[in-house]
C-alpha cells in the first residue's frame, strides 16, 4: 500500500500562486505515471498534468504555461506550481500514481482545497 498525502492548497486571489505537494509514503521508483487532478463543485474530476518515470510531462490545455509538474525521488514528492490563477482553476486537487513495481496498483490521496478569488 501506498499512502499519498497533498498540501498546499488554501484561498489566493486571482493572479497568484500556489504550490501543491503529494507527499507518498514510500520511494516513487516503482510509479510509472503520477497526476494532478481537480474536481471543481458539480463537475467531473479532470486531468491537470501528468509526469512519467521517464519525466515525460502531460498538460490539460487550460495550464498549459501557467502550472508545472514535477516529481522529486529523493523526496518521495510530486510537486505542482501553480501559477497567474484564475477563479475556475478552483476546486479539490487529488494527487495520483500509478505503481507498476512494488505496491502495483493506483492510489489517490485525499485532496487538497484551492480556492482562487476574482
Known amino acids: 500500500q501506498v499512502q499519498l498525502v497533498e498540501s498546499g492548497g488554501g484561498l489566493v486571489q486571482a493572479g497568484g500562486s500556489l504550490r501543491l505537494s503529494c507527499s507518498a509514503s514510500g520511494t516513487l521508483v516503482g510509479a510509472k505515471t503520477m497526476a494532478w487532478y481537480r474536481q471543481a463543485p458539480g463537475k467531473q474530476r479532470e486531468l491537470v498534468a501528468s509526469v512519467t518515470n521517464s519525466a515525460n510531462t502531460n498538460y490539460a490545455d487550460f495550464v498549459k504555461g501557467r502550472f508545472t509538474i514535477a516529481r522529486v525521488y529523493l523526496k518521495n514528492t510530486l510537486y505542482l506550481q501553480m501559477n497567474n490563477l484564475k477563479p475556475e482553476d478552483t476546486g479539490a486537487y487529488y494527487c495520483?500514481?500509478?505503481?507498476?513495481?512494488?505496491?502495483?496498483?493506483?492510489?489517490w490521496g485525499q485532496g487538497t482545497q484551492v480556492t482562487v478569488s476574482s
Open positions: 495520483t500514481a500509478q505503481f507498476i513495481a512494488g505496491p502495483v496498483g493506483t492510489y
